[in-house]
């Protein structure tokens, strides 16, 4: 079998964890829409209500405080108050699935891409504005899959990061705002633009469709470089799952269709400028991640309409994967 099967304790804690994460995102969401604080000041012998915008302290008015302003604010106080204790115990929560996940030895993400994830998450660049296109997105498929993957390397010390919005717009998040609101070290590589570091050599490198390359607003960074065969992984229906992290945490992975991802690995075992000693690594992640779709996810199909579908780059993998696939 390409799958070796999680036991029932270990499918229960992946479910229990996803629940405590989606709660607790929530919440925190919900708490980061609120005005950052409201206070009311007196002014000329008068009181107002205002609006505090940001930690440093910068204030704007919302007018002099009456009946219907008094409500506003003690309103919010309340729902404040509410959402903090909420987050509080969701944390609590999460935190005790993520270490029931980790002591179950279940699959996990390197603590620095957790890190970037759950900002990506809670700014909503996830998914709408990114996935994850690189080895990391095995984590998403073995639980896809509810097993290990046998014969698929997952050890990475980088993380890549595929842009997938079609068109820029200034109100959403930026790349650079999210690198930077987990690490202020992170910087761009002055050699290769798409790529950026943090102070402990940790580095995620940013990839783009050439469809795609116009959904980045100009002053964002890193600047990715337009590949063709990204293209492929918009393609079919992406993975979202929930996993743990090596720290005790969790966070959440959107990854390309497995089918699309695993071929495209196949093609680039064969791509003349990969470098040879990435080749072999592309070449069993693919043949093993097919083998696990074959076996354990009939909601992605490997058919005959499937294979209509594909581009003639990539048929003959699919045919020679078919013909020495796992009985």
Request: aromatic share 8%; glycine share 4%.
């Amino acid at each position: 079998m390409a799958v070796q099967s999680f036991s029932d304790e270990q499918a229960r804690v992946i479910v229990n964890l996803e629940q405590a994460y989606q709660v607790w995102m929530e919440t925190l969401r919900t708490l980061n829409d609120m005005p950052y604080n409201m206070r009311i000041k007196e002014v000329s012998g008068r009181e107002y209500l205002y609006e505090v915008t940001d930690r440093l302290g910068s204030m704007k008015s919302r007018g002099p405080v009456d009946a219907e302003k008094q409500a506003e604010f003690d309103e919010y106080k309340a729902a404040k108050a509410e959402l903090k204790t909420r987050l509080t115990r969701s944390k609590a929560t999460l935190k005790e699935q993520g270490s029931l996940y980790r002591a179950l030895r279940l699959p996990m993400l390197p603590t620095e891409a957790g890190k970037i994830l759950r900002q990506a998450d809670r700014m909503r660049f996830l998914g709408a504005q990114a996935m994850v296109v690189g080895t990391n997105a095995l984590t998403a498929y073995a639980l896809e899959a509810n097993g290990f993957i046998r014969d698929a390397p997952d050890a990475t010390i980088d993380f890549d990061l595929a842009l997938t919005a079609t068109d820029a717009d200034e109100d959403r998040p930026t790349l650079w705002k999210i690198l930077k609101e987990v690490d202020m070290t992170y910087a761009v590589n002055a050699e290769r633009p798409f790529q950026a570091r943090n102070a402990s050599a940790y580095e995620i490198e940013i990839l783009s469709a050439p469809s795609r390359i116009g959904g980045q607003i100009a002053r964002d960074k890193p600047r990715p470089v337009p590949l063709p065969e990204q293209e492929w992984l918009l393609n079919g229906r992406p993975v979202d799952r929930v996993v743990g992290v090596r720290d005790g945490e969790a966070a959440r992975i959107v990854a390309p269709d497995p089918r699309w991802f695993a071929l495209q690995k196949l093609w680039m075992a064969q791509k003349p400028e990969r470098s040879p000693q990435k080749r072999p690594k592309d070449r069993q992640q693919g043949i093993a991640l097919l083998n696990a779709v074959w076996q354990t996810m009939p909601h992605y199909a490997l058919d005959a309409a499937f294979y209509e579908e594909l581009p003639d780059d990539l048929k003959p993998h699919f045919i020679q994967w078919d013909d020495q696939k796992q009985r």
